[in-house]
C-alpha cells in the first residue's frame, strides 16, 4: 500500500480483491450485470457456471457468484476509506467474467473506466457522503442482481446476502493487519495509517447501519456476531465460521467446510482432528 497516495490505486486493489479495470483476454463466458437482470440470462449463467463446478443444481452457482460479487462491495469500501473516493458501480457498469483458473474456475468482476466521486473532508459531512455512497451501491445495485440470482436459482436472498459478511470480516481484518504493519514499519509515518485505520473502523461501521430495507430483509445482513473456530493448524489460534453455507458440497466433493455454519458440532470435531492428522 502507498503512503500518502491521492489517488485510488487500481493496481492495488486488483491484487487485494480482484477488482479490474480491464477485461480479461479470454473467458467462457462474459456478461454485463445489467443483462442478468433479465431471467433467461441469469438461468444461461447459472448453468453454464454450474455444469463447470459439476453442481448438483444451480443454488451453488447462485451462492459463488453472490461471494464473487460481494468483492466489488469490499473494493468499494477499500476505496472510501483509503482514498476517500467513491465509485460509481451501476449494473451496466460491471462486466463479469467466466474464466478459467489452472483446473478450476473463477470468476472475475470488471469495471472499465470506473467513474469516481471524491468524498467531503468535513466530518459530519463525509460520514453523510459514505452512508449515501453505500447505500446507493446496495440498494441500487448488489439488492437487485442478488434478487434475481434468488428468484432464478430458488435459493433464499438471506443466504445469498450470508456470502457477504464472511468475506467482509475476512478482508476488512487483512487490511487492519496491513495498516497497522505499514505504520510500525514507517514510524514516521505513523499518525498517517492510523487514520486511515480509524477511518476504515468507522467507515465499516457504517454500512452496518444502514436501513434493512437497502438489502430487501427485515434486518441488515452485514450486521452479523462473528463465531469464532479452533483454528486446524493451530490449537492457540481461532478461524471464523462462515455466516451462511456457500454450497460447497453441491460442487462434486458432497462434504461441507469445516467453517460451514451447517456442520453438526459432533462433525466438526471429526472434521478437526482428521485434518489435523493431514
Known amino acids: 500500500m502507498q503512503a500518502l497516495a491521492t489517488k485510488i490505486d487500481y493496481e492495488w486493489l486488483e491484487q487485494k480483491f480482484g477488482f479490474r479495470t480491464t477485461p480479461m483476454e479470454e473467458s467462457i463466458f462474459t456478461i454485463r450485470a445489467d443483462e442478468l437482470s433479465r431471467r433467461e440470462r441469469m438461468q444461461e449463467f447459472l448453468t453454464t457456471y454450474g455444469d463447470l463446478l459439476k453442481a448438483t443444481d444451480i443454488s451453488a452457482p447462485a451462492a459463488y457468484l453472490a461471494a464473487y460479487f460481494s468483492m466489488v ?19 451496466d457498469a460491471i462486466t463479469i467474467q467466466l474464466c478459467t483458473a489452472g483446473a478450476y474456475y473463477k470468476l472475475v468482476i470488471v469495471v472499465q473506466s470506473p467513474k469516481e466521486t471524491i468524498g467531503p473532508e468535513e466530518e459530519n459531512a463525509r460520514h453523510n457522503w459514505c452512508k449515501d455512497t453505500l447505500r446507493t451501491y446496495y440498494r441500487d445495485t448488489a ?3 442478488l434478487a434475481t440470482i434468488s428468484e432464478v436459482s430458488g435459493y433464499d436472498l438471506g443466504q445469498l446476502w450470508g456470502q457477504f459478511p464472511t468475506r467482509f470480516n475476512y478482508y476488512i481484518s487483512a487490511l487492519q493487519q496491513e495498516l497497522q504493519q505499514s505504520g510500525e514499519r514507517e514510524p514516521e509515518q505513523a499518525s498517517y495509517y492510523q ?10 461501521s457504517i454500512v452496518k447501519q444502514l436501513s434493512a430495507d437497502v438489502f430487501g430483509r427485515v434486518k441488515n445482513p452485514l450486521d452479523v456476531k462473528v463465531r469464532w473456530l479452533e483454528d486446524p493448524k493451530d490449537c492457540t489460534k481461532q478461524i471464523r465460521m462462515k455466516n451462511a453455507c456457500c454450497l460447497y458440497y453441491k460442487t462434486g466433493e458432497g462434504q461441507y467446510c469445516y467453517t460451514c455454519p451447517r456442520l453438526k458440532e459432533t462433525d466438526r470435531e471429526e472434521r478437526l482432528q482428521k485434518l489435523r492428522s493431514m
Open 195 to 204: 487514520a486511515q485505520l480509524d477511518r476504515l473502523n468507522q467507515d465499516y
Open 73 to 91: 462491495a469490499i473494493t468499494l469500501q477499500g476505496s472510501i476509506s483509503l482514498w476517500n473516493r467513491g465509485l460509481e458501480l451501476p449494473l
Open 143 to 145: 439488492y437487485p442482481l
